[in-house]
């Protein structure tokens, strides 16, 4: 397969970098050593417009046969990325490399989608959500959003974070690999992954453990599960699901 084949490949969704298999997700580490075997292999064109870039990595073009929205004013998709039909793109958004955007999900103004990041169905990403880029190191595991979730204003998810089906993360949550995650409910602190159904607010902890920081009164960023799912919370985010 050459890189035009290669990149065709990833924008129909025959190739994935990740896919799911039997509830966990298995990285394609072969795909992501391919795109970056491009980045590295190419050479930076003059490509139309005033722009310099790898040569193979131009902007995707849509047609009205691929259902989706693609709103004017500033919004790009790069060659190698998958958009599933039926999906709206406000502006300014960026979609990279080897993403994977499924059908009928929202991808609000200014949001980031980067390289090789999965995004699952009926997804909402709200204004300003961030979902960082995995490219490498190659063996890692890129963030992943399933199937139904809503991901609120501003949220940051970076280094591989997997948020499972219908869960909900509220405006301003950042997620790293390393933040603790406190669930109330059942009572214990999760890292770098969102059960299905979960609730997810902005939270603080004091740093106790370090007497500086204790004499300071410092706390630290973390993420509080404050419930699960029920029908007060779908009645929230109600208002967002019209607009799809
Ligand atoms: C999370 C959300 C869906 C509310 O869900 P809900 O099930 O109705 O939540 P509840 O009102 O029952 O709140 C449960 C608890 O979490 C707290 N909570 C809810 N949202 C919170 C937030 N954003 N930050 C901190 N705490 C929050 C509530 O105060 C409550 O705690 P309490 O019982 O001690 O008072 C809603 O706050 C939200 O984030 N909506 C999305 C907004 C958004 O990003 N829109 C997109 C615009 S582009």
Redesign the pocket.
């Known amino acids: 397969m050459d890189n035009q084949e290669f990149l065709t490949a990833l924008e129909t969704g025959t190739i994935r970098v990740a896919e799911p298999d039997n509830g966990k997700w298995k990285v394609n580490i072969d795909v992501k050593q391919r795109i970056l075997d491009i980045f590295h292999s190419s050479k930076v064109v003059d490509m139309s417009g005033n722009f310099l870039d790898k040569e193979p990595l131009n902007l995707r073009t849509f047609h009205i046969k691929d259902k989706i929205r693609f709103v004017p004013g500033g919004s790009a998709v790069r060659t190698g990325a998958f958009i599933g039909s039926n999906i709206v793109i406000m502006p300014p958004s960026y979609v990279n490399i080897g993403a994977y955007v499924d059908e009928e999900t929202m991808i609000?103004s200014h949001v980031l989608v980067g390289s090789c990041a999965q995004i699952g169905k009926r997804v909402h990403l709200?204004?300003a959500v961030q979902i960082g880029g995995v490219l490498e190191p190659i063996g890692d595991s890129p963030v992943i959003v399933e199937d139904n979730c809503?991901i609120?204003?501003g949220v940051i998810l970076v280094e591989g974070v997997l948020v499972r089906k219908k869960a909900?993360i509220?405006?301003g949550v950042t997620l790293s690999a390393s933040t603790p995650i406190y669930d109330i409910v059942n009572e214990t602190i999760l890292k770098g992954e969102i059960p299905q159904n979960a609730?997810v607010?902005?939270g603080n902890r004091p740093k106790l453990d370090v007497p500086f920081a204790k004499e300071h009164g410092l706390t630290l960023g973390c993420a509080v599960i404050?419930?699960y799912r029920?029908d007060?919370?779908n009645v929230?985010?109600a208002l967002?699901q019209l607009l799809r």
């Open positions: 609000d709200s204004a809503f609120g204003a909900i509220a405006p609730v607010v902005p404050v419930k029920d007060k919370t929230s985010i967002e």
